[in-house]
Structure formats: structure tokens, C-alpha cells
């Protein structure tokens, strides 16, 4: 079974409080990144404490400018084509597979994925100014809009879907059998 984006899934309630934080403004927002919850994620590594902090901005500005389409947080992630799904594999999840995958019922919508990663690496969201936030929604309102050209298009998918198997490292499909 496919899950959804793992930080909307993990860390919903933390999620709650950024966003929380983000409406009401910048004193709130000093008190969240000061705060005990951040500082737990930050201990975690990988940038946890400023992806939760980017993925709120991001759902703040789907609500205001897309709110008919699929958040990120309930989505799962897929690419249209094998050589996309080989590159993401290649740079962040090297032990990983490749699933032939079919979306059943549903929706999948197309978004740029470089514009998360040139949010995340423009603008400092483990100390953020308004000029960091402000860029961050710049940025997020470009992800929603979904105008080509993209650099990196990736599929926010919501519904159904059904694995047929892995892609094997020779381009085969080793598929998935229904046996008791």
C-alpha cells in the first residue's frame, strides 16, 4: 500500500501549530520556533523543524490560491515517467525502488517540484524573517499555479492506486502476484 507523504502522516499536529503560528503572526511564530515542539524535530535531523515550517506556508497558500486541489500533506508522490522516477530515486532515496504504479480511482494533479527545493534552499526557515516567508509564498503560489515549463514535474496523487510491480534496474518489471 502506498502511503501518504510521510510528514503529513507523522507530524499532523506539529503541522497544526505552524500553521497556527503562520496566521496569527510573527510573535506567534517566535514562540513556535523557540518552542519545545521544533526543538524536538531538530533534534531528528534533516531539516525536519524547517520542512514542517515550509509545508504550512505551502498549505496556507493552496488554501488562499488552489483550494480545489490536493494538498501535499494527504498526497502521495509520483512521477509521469520512468526516467523522472529513476532520477528522484537516483538523488534522495538511493536504497529505494521504482513501483509501476496505476491510479485506480482518484485524481493526480501535476506540480513543479524544483520550486519546493528552491524554496527550501532560498530562504531561511530555521530563523526566518518576513522576507523568508514572503519569498516562501512567492514561491509556493508559482507551485500551485502549475504553469509549464517545470523543471521537475512531480504528481501529487489522491485516490486509488494499484502497484503492478518494481521496476528492475534492468528496465523489467518484476510484478506483484495475488496469491492466498
Known amino acids: 500500500m502506498l502511503l501518504p507523504y510521510a510528514i503529513g502522516r507523522e507530524y499532523a499536529t506539529v503541522l497544526r501549530l505552524a500553521s497556527s503560528a503562520l ?3 510573527s510573535e506567534a511564530l517566535a514562540l513556535l520556533l523557540a518552542g519545545d515542539a521544533l526543538e ?6 534533516e531539516h525536519l523543524a524547517e520542512m514542517i515550517l515550509l509545508e504550512a506556508l505551502f498549505e ?3 488554501i488562499a490560491v488552489m483550494p480545489q486541489s490536493p494538498g501535499r500533506l494527504g498526497a502521495v508522490f509520483a512521477w509521469g515517467s520512468l526516467g523522472l522516477a529513476h532520477w528522484y530515486r537516483a538523488e534522495h532515496l538511493p536504497s529505494g525502488v521504482v513501483l ?7 485524481t493526480a494533479e501535476e506540480h513543479d517540484g524544483a520550486v519546493v527545493v528552491e524554496a527550501f534552499e532560498t530562504a531561511d526557515l530555521a ?3 518576513p522576507r523568508d516567508l514572503q519569498r516562501v509564498a512567492v514561491l509556493a503560489e508559482r507551485y500551485w499555479v502549475a504553469r509549464a515549463p517545470m523543471a521537475f514535474p512531480e504528481l501529487l496523487v489522491r485516490g ?3 502497484v503492478e510491480g518494481v521496476i528492475t ?3 523489467g ?6 496469491t492466498p
Open 100 to 106: 509501476r504504479c496505476v491510479l485506480d480511482a482518484g
Open 169 to 171: 534496474d534492468e528496465g
Open 173 to 178: 518489471l518484476d510484478r506483484f502476484t495475488d
Open 23 to 25: 496566521r496569527e503572526g
Open 40 to 45: 524536538r524535530l531538530r533534534g531528528e535531523g
Open 160 to 162: 486509488r492506486v494499484r
Open 127 to 129: 530563523d526566518p524573517r
Open 60 to 62: 496556507q497558500v493552496r
